[in-house]
């Protein structure tokens, strides 16, 4: 057993996260097998996973804003916050936004081919409906509403009530909504969305993420009350043949 899913266990044992979370691998390193085809087979599958079991197995009672943050910079949460949207966008065939909430790199807007002008700083700023500021991407019910004009005070916008209201508009506008956030061992800004949301994914990397800093972090998101709806442990390798993977 790898030392990540003993920090999984181990959370799940001091109830820092739900018993039986959707401990999903959503990609792996290169390690010469495998080609690019077969690792996008992979991240699919393990992204339809995370959808299946965080969106859509509880049907209208289950989460529908929810966070995702990795424990440190680097993690890979951006491109997995993309891979789901598009996967539960395609599978729930219902409304979805996608929220760029890192002010300091976003990169979602280049994932999709569009700009990162006029979005979420805009609409804390300024009056409009929410949807005004959202850009539609990929298919016809995945928005993005990108981190919009960057500049210094960008992430302070986080902290007012304007933010709550923003929220609440893309609550009534789109069945699901899920947030991209800044990694939580250096900024505050997940917890603060998180307690707007309805809970976080947790995302964290394979030979790389420290057993005490996800356990702090866990601690620090449990204690003001953020359900950690499932960690997802993100680049692990699978050191195995061509020819027996192949077959499974």
Not at 72 to 82: L, R, V
Request: hydrophobic content about 40%; charged content about 20%.
């Amino acid at each position: 057993m790898s030392k990540h899913f003993e920090l999984i266990e181990q959370m799940e044992k001091e109830n820092s996260l739900p018993s039986g979370s959707a401990n999903v691998h959503t990609s792996f390193a290169q390690d010469g097998h495998h080609d690019g085809a077969r690792q996008r087979r992979w991240a699919n599958d393990e992204s339809l996973r995370l959808v299946q079991q965080v969106f859509l197995s509880q049907s209208q009672t289950g989460p529908r804003v929810v966070v995702f943050a990795g424990v440190e910079h680097g993690n890979g949460c951006s491109q997995i916050c993309a891979s789901v949207a598009e996967t539960l966008a395609r599978t729930s065939l219902r409304p979805v936004c996608l929220v760029e909430a890192n002010f300091r790199s976003p990169s979602l807007p280049e994932m999709f081919g569009t700009t990162n002008h006029y979005g979420l700083t805009e609409a804390l700023l300024s009056p409009g409906p929410i949807t005004s500021f959202a850009k539609q991407v990929s298919q016809n019910n995945l928005w993005l509403l990108s981190s919009g004009t960057l500049a210094s005070d960008a992430p302070s916008l986080l902290s007012g009530e304007q933010l709550r209201n923003r929220v609440n508009e893309l609550r009534l506008n789109f069945d699901f909504v899920i947030i991209d956030a800044p990694p939580l061992t250096q900024y505050s800004d997940a917890v603060v969305l998180g307690q707007l949301s309805d809970g976080l994914v947790l995302v964290i990397e394979a030979e790389s993420t420290r057993r005490e800093a996800a356990l702090a972090v866990v601690s620090n998101i449990r204690s003001v009350k953020v359900p950690v709806l499932a960690a997802v442990l993100n680049k692990r390798k699978f050191p195995i043949p061509s020819g027996i993977y192949d077959k499974l």
